[in-house]
């Protein structure tokens, strides 16, 4: 699939990926969407712009990535998910930046970050201090940025338990490369979980296939 405004668009272990730039205005998605009843109905609910903007362009990026509308819902914690069920998802927007990711049978976990110069002073929030100690002692902005998006991505598959970054999950060092894999732990269960990453000068994303 070749458009301009799409960044990222791969599939990997039966996921489909895809990042999609969103410069459509609110009139034009709502002209190239089919929303259900119930969807029209959620969407003239929300008031400021830039929501309607992330309800739209989430369900453009869905209809690229399969080829045709889905209808999008969400549980009683507000995780989304396919009315019919066919696959598992998991959605994260940045800006005008969206992600999304799909599998038929496992569960997924999704984050993208536009780049920042403020992570490093909201490290401690997130990290433990073993972790920032082994991550760069917070010196390092990418490498703190996707070790974020990891705990993010994490805490979509995991659910609640994963609430508290710093004492819920654990990253263990890994290096800084243009993309590569971070292994994480769940302090709770002891699950080991290996999450993938891509990044480039204006992004990070990562995901995670469980």
């Given at each position: 699939?070749?458009?301009e ?44 712009e ?92 990418a490498?703190l ?66």
């Open positions: 699939m070749k458009e405004n799409i960044r990222f668009n791969v599939s990997e272990n039966g996921a489909q990926i895809l990042v999609y730039e969103l410069t459509e205005t609110v009139d034009t998605l709502l002209h190239k969407l089919s929303l259900t009843q119930a969807e029209l109905e959620k969407f003239e609910s929300i008031i400021t830039k929501r309607k903007l992330e309800f739209l362009g989430v369900r453009l990026c869905f209809q690229k990535l399969f080829g045709k509308s889905v209808e999008i819902k969400n549980d009683s914690t507000g995780k989304p998910y396919l009315a019919d069920k066919s696959f598992g998802i998991s959605i994260s927007h940045s800006k005008n930046r969206m992600a999304v990711i799909a599998h038929p049978e496992r569960k997924v976990g999704i984050d993208i970050e536009n780049r920042t110069n403020k992570i490093r002073k909201v490290c401690q929030r997130f990290l433990s201090e073993k972790e920032q100690k082994e991550l760069s002692n917070c010196e390092n902005d490498q940025e996707l070790a974020w998006s990891a705990k993010e991505a994490l805490y979509k598959i995991i659910g609640n338990s994963a609430v508290d970054f710093s004492n819920h999950l654990r990253i263990f060092p890994f290096e800084v490369k243009q993309n590569g894999t971070i292994e994480a732990e769940h302090l709770e269960t002891g699950r080991r979980f290996q999450l993938s990453y891509i990044q480039n000068e204006d992004f990070s994303l990562v995901y995670c296939i469980y």
